[in-house]
């Protein structure tokens, strides 16, 4: 067989729905954005630990604090299930963590921004959770085995961070006027930044349509992006709070909630590193390695010394 | 700062989790570490976080033999010929089938 023969052998299969496994034939193609995409899926869940670790220690309740130490562990926890699913492209832990610390790597536009106020924390649960529930929920049908099987686990995990977020942030806007304020100003801030998390519109996404054909992708940005609007809207208006863009209308004939026009300068200014927080949160990310070489030094003696 | 690169990978392990006792043990994920005794820590913190769990087996990745999707098609082939295998090939008491 040449590698046209197999290319499409391999279309075929992904048409028949079956799942691709590590062992299997797969074009260069594939296993590039795979990594390239399960890499950044993963580079974000650990980087995004950061902006709500800054809120561990100021936890107005003890209820409060134990969920965002298990929110917290459970984002590093998908970090690491990631990781293990990318490696089974033949990439290494070292060569991943590596071009993360050294800033070659992406990973979620949206851990660039700053977690200002307490309703910060309850904003990236509810909307930046939801918005990534939204994307992976598609994504636990995509092709690759390994990466369906990691997101179908991440999903059942992420539905407590947006119910949590949820939660704290209702609780914030039904409280004292200054607690309103401080969800409001935290819907505001985010609620752009988060509409971009699903990447830039179709027109603009080159790779989209190869993704869609392999089942690497299962539905384009703009339709997440539409499925996530039609799911937050209500939901912030159920609690009161305003959705801060005066273009948003109701389409009752469609019955979706058309957006007014995203910034989309402002993500490629993000992404290209003029974000608020992108140096801090590589600078973290290294500190925390350097930090940790300790325990990895000290575990592997430990296993050096036993006898196996 | 220079590149952290002469950080050591260790060895992946497979990690598997059983449920709740009697079931079956299913594949989770793997977690890097340097032997058994730290791979099921790492197991228990990445893949154990919410119960009920009853057991779980760590095994270094590189001792799993494993076909291939294409050896599949040949190796695993169920041999659709022998009927004689299953049950539904011979003819049973009537008395069962009524319920």
Redesign the interface.
């Known amino acids: 067989m040449d590698d046209a023969e197999r290319e499409r052998a391999f279309q075929a299969r992904i048409d028949a729905g079956e799942t691709i496994e590590p062992g299997d034939w797969m074009p260069d193609a594939y296993r590039g954005q795979l990594i390239r995409m399960m890499s950044q899926h993963a580079h974000s869940e650990v980087v995004g630990t950061l902006p709500e670790g800054n809120w561990i220690t100021r936890a107005p309740t003890l209820r409060r604090k134990q969920a965002l130490l298990a929110k917290v562990q459970d984002e590093a926890g998908h970090g690491l299930y990631l990781y293990g699913a990318v490696e089974t492209l033949g990439v290494t832990r070292e060569e991943l963590i590596s071009s993360l610390l050294a800033g070659r790597a992406k990973y979620s536009n949206i851990f660039n921004y700053p977690t200002l106020s307490w309703a910060d924390v309850g904003v990236i649960g509810w909307l930046v959770d939801g918005a990534a529930i939204v994307n992976q929920t598609t994504l636990t049908k995509c092709s690759y085995g390994p990466y369906s099987r990691t997101m179908i686990r991440i999903c059942k995990e992420e539905l407590f961070h947006e119910r949590q977020g949820f939660e704290l942030v209702a609780v914030l806007a039904a409280g004292t006027p200054a607690q309103r304020e401080m969800a409001q100003s935290a819907v505001d801030r985010w609620w752009w930044p988060v509409l971009m998390m699903f990447g830039p519109p179709d027109d603009a996404s080159p790779h989209s349509e190869q993704l869609l054909r392999w089942r690497v992708k299962v539905k384009s940005n703009d339709e997440l992006r539409q499925w996530f609007v039609d799911l937050a809207v209500p939901q912030v208006h159920e609690i009161g709070l305003e959705v801060p863009d005066p273009g948003l209308e109701f389409d009752a004939k469609t019955g979706h909630w058309r957006t007014g026009t995203i910034d989309w300068d402002e993500f490629w200014r993000v992404i290209r590193g003029g974000g608020l927080c992108n140096r801090d949160r590589l600078a973290a990310r290294r500190r925390a390695h350097e930090e940790g070489r300790w325990v990895r030094e000290a575990a592997e003696a430990w296993a050096k010394k036993r006898p196996q | ?1 220079s ?3 002469a ?4 060895p ?1 392990w497979e990690v598997f989790v059983q449920e709740k006792a009697g079931a079956p043990h299913e594949h ?8 058994g ?2 791979a099921l820590q790492a197991a228990r ?2 893949y154990a ?2 119960g009920p769990i009853a057991s779980l087996w760590v095994v270094e990745s590189e001792r799993i033999v ?1 076909t ?3 050896d599949a098609a040949s190796f695993l082939e169920p041999g659709p010929e022998k009927l004689y295998r299953h049950s539904r090939f011979y003819s049973g008491p009537k008395a069962r089938k009524s319920k």
Do not use: I, N, Y
């Open positions: 700062m590149p952290p690169t950080d050591s990978q260790w992946l989770a994920g793997s977690v890097h570490a340097p032997d005794e730290l913190d990445v976080r919410r494993a291939t999707t294409a």
